[in-house]
């Protein structure tokens, strides 16, 4: 059974915080809509932020937890063809009530395939980066391709 953790991107202080670290700084609560929410405690106001993002409860080939919003390196290391790597790039999403990783292609729009149809560890994932701290690694990835 996955571990149910969080982690949410705050804007301001252009960080990501984590439901898991113990920081006094934000607190984590359950809405009313039984929705997580994250609020960065300030001695004036608190300040509700948007963008919670879950565990995907595995991680990539280096240790590192995967969450929603991270931007993963995708490796086939088994191309019988060719004899060549395939190497594809995903960003995690919540869709279809799970965790998926989704790709963009020019004729269908937004693909996505569940963690569990990829063939470990014939596949690996590598985290490259995240949607809100390295924003501009998609336009690099569409000039490579």
Known sequence: MRKIKFRAWDKKNKKMVYSDDGSQEYGWFTGNDGCMLCVRIEEEKDIKLSNIMEYAGFKDKNGKEIYEGDILEVVNNLNETTK??????????????????????????????????????????????????TQGIFKRIKDKN
């Open 84 to 133: 060549k790597l395939n190497t594809h790039n995903v960003v995690v999403k919540y869709k279809d009530g799970s965790i998926v990783a989704t790709w963009e292609d020019e004729i269908d729009g937004e693909i996505y395939n569940h963690f569990d149809g990829y063939n470990t560890p014939i596949v690996t994932f590598e985290i490259i980066g995240n949607i809100y701290e």
